[in-house]
């Protein structure tokens, strides 16, 4: 059965540092989406992509984020300079269209 | 802006009961979508109910959706040990390009032996 994958499962990085997540969506999806989860807290959305530019994006997705499908599989999350509370899972998500969404199984960010 | 509540916040029962858990949610939808997380891992994805159902199944899983009332409940027949998790209801609204998913607070749900 096909799956979303993300890697790496778990990313340590220094405050101010850039990061970069990585998910390979469902080859035959067309939408794409990031949400997070702080530890203990909901799931939030942060932003949706279709058709090669952003769709929605959330209060949460400032400046300091950004998101690009640099090939046919890839599907990038960037934080330029990170900061502490960006410390959360992300989670990848794809749709063949307007329902039900797979995840992938998150990459841990710990920012310290 | 719309926001998915879950009740209860925990529920613990015995393996073979049922568990039942309520959402409910603030503004219009498209669909209301449940979902289950193992701790620490990814979602995965339950059930959809679209606002024009009221009631839909799949397997041990039992939807229904109020649309007067803005309120979804999931139940679980026959539980397993394997059920224990957090399940979190989503609801979808229709934009323009997206169909960004607001997750509600979640259930933990604890299925003892």
């Known amino acids: 059965e096909p799956e979303v994958t993300q890697t790496p499962s778990h990313q340590v990085t220094q405050m101010g540092q850039e990061v970069i997540l990585h998910c390979v969506p469902i080859?035959?999806?067309?939408?794409f989406y990031w949400y997070r989860q702080i530890l203990g807290q909901k799931v939030e959305f942060l932003v949706s992509f279709y058709n090669n530019e952003i769709s929605e994006k959330s209060e949460i997705f400032d400046d300091q984020f950004s998101v690009e499908r640099p090939d046919g599989s890839n599907f990038t999350l960037k934080i330029r300079s990170t900061k502490l509370e960006d410390s959360a899972m992300y989670f990848c998500?794809?749709?063949?269209?307007?329902?039900?969404?797979?995840f992938g199984p998150g990459t841990r960010l710990t920012v310290t | 802006s719309q926001q998915g509540e879950e009740d209860p916040q925990a529920l613990s029962i015995q393996e073979g009961e049922n568990a039942t858990m309520n959402c409910s949610y603030k503004t219009s939808i498209n669909n209301l979508q449940w979902y289950r997380q193992n701790s620490g891992r990814g979602l995965v994805h339950l059930i959809l109910i679209r606002s024009n159902e009221r009631e839909k199944h799949s397997g041990r899983l039992r939807v229904t959706l109020d649309t007067s009332k803005k309120s979804s409940s999931l139940l679980i027949t026959a539980s397993r040990a394997a059920d224990t998790a957090s399940y979190f209801c989503?609801?979808?609204?229709?934009?323009?390009?997206?169909?960004?998913?607001?997750f509600g607070t979640g259930t933990q749900l604890k299925v003892e032996l």
């Open positions: 998500a794809s749709s063949e269209a307007r329902y039900e969404q797979y």
């Open positions: 080859s035959n999806h067309l939408y």
């Open positions: 989503a609801t979808v609204v229709y934009t323009g390009g997206g169909n960004k998913l607001t």
